[in-house]
C-alpha cells in the first residue's frame, strides 16, 4: 500500500533560521510522482513541486530546495533563511498507482511550521 | 482568473440535516476530487471524477454522495449529516491524471452540530 509520513507534526524555527521538513514514501511502483503543498493561514493549498521517480535531482527555487533519495524513501524540503510568510502547514503526497490514471494523491499529515520573527 | 471555487466557505448543519457543496473549475480540466482534511491525519479523497458523466468512490466515501453533469462542476452531497462529517473539504481539480498538479479550491468548513 502506498503511504506518505511527515514525523514532524509542528515546527517552530526563529526568522532566518533554516529549517528542514521531512517526507518518507512507501510504495512499490517503480513510477511515481512526489509533490509539496504548502497550506497557509488564508486556506488554500498552493502547489510547490512536483518530482518524478526518475528524476533524482536535487531541485532549488530561490530560498526553496528539495532532497530526493530513492535509495531512503525520502523527499525532504528546505527553506533557507525562513521569513515570517513562510509560516503554513506543509503536506508532501504521493501519486497513486500507474496501473490507473485518476491523478488520485496520498497525502502525509501535514507539518505546521511557524516562523516568528 | 477564478480557478477553483467552492461554495459555501463556511456552513454549519444539524444531526440528520443534509447539504450540498458545490464546486466550479474555469480551467476546463477532465479531473475532480473531493477531500476531506481534518486535525493530524492530512487530506483523504472521498469522491473523485475523471470525466462529465463519471464518478468514483475514494478512501472515505461513506456518507458522500457526488455528481458530475457539467464538466466545470462537481457537487459533494451529504444526506443525514453526522458529526464525524465535521471537517474542512477541499475540491480540486487537474488537466491530467497521475504525475499532473491538482489544483485546489478555498475549503469549506463544515461542523455538524
Known amino acids: 500500500a502506498q503511504k506518505v509520513t511527515q514525523a514532524q507534526t509542528e515546527i517552530s524555527v526563529v526568522e532566518k533560521e533554516d529549517v528542514t521538513l521531512d517526507c518518507v514514501y512507501e510504495?512499490?511502483?517503480?513510477?511515481?510522482?512526489l509533490f509539496w503543498y504548502k497550506q497557509p493561514p488564508s486556506g488554500e493549498l498552493v502547489f510547490l513541486i512536483r518530482?518524478?521517480?526518475?528524476?533524482?535531482q536535487n531541485e532549488i527555487s530561490g530560498r526553496y530546495s528539495w532532497n530526493f533519495q530513492k535509495s531512503t524513501s525520502s523527499f525532504n524540503f528546505t527553506i533557507t533563511a525562513s521569513q515570517v510568510v513562510d509560516s503554513a502547514v506543509y503536506f508532501c503526497a504521493l501519486s497513486e498507482s500507474p496501473t490507473s490514471n485518476t491523478g488520485k494523491l496520498i497525502f502525509g499529515q501535514g507539518t505546521t511550521l511557524q516562523v516568528k520573527p | 482568473n477564478a480557478g477553483v471555487t467552492q461554495t459555501p466557505k463556511f456552513r454549519v448543519l444539524k444531526t440528520g440535516q443534509s447539504m450540498t457543496l458545490l464546486c466550479a473549475q474555469d480551467?476546463?480540466?477532465?479531473?475532480m476530487y473531493w477531500y476531506r482534511q481534518d486535525p493530524g491525519m492530512g487530506l483523504r479523497l472521498i469522491h473523485y471524477?475523471?470525466?462529465?458523466?463519471?464518478?468514483a468512490k475514494g478512501e472515505v466515501p461513506d456518507g458522500y454522495n457526488v455528481s458530475r453533469l457539467k464538466k466545470q462542476n462537481f457537487l459533494l452531497g451529504l444526506e443525514s449529516a453526522a458529526p464525524s462529517q465535521t471537517s474542512v473539504y477541499f475540491c480540486?481539480?487537474?488537466?491530467?491524471?497521475?504525475?499532473?498538479?491538482?489544483?485546489f479550491g478555498q475549503g469549506t468548513r463544515l461542523t455538524v452540530v
Open positions: 518530482r518524478n521517480s526518475f528524476d533524482e
Open positions: 471524477s475523471v470525466g462529465e458523466g463519471t464518478t
Open positions: 480551467m476546463n480540466h477532465e479531473y
Open positions: 510504495t512499490r511502483d517503480t513510477t511515481y510522482y
Open positions: 480540486a481539480s487537474s488537466y491530467g491524471g497521475r504525475g499532473t498538479e491538482a489544483f
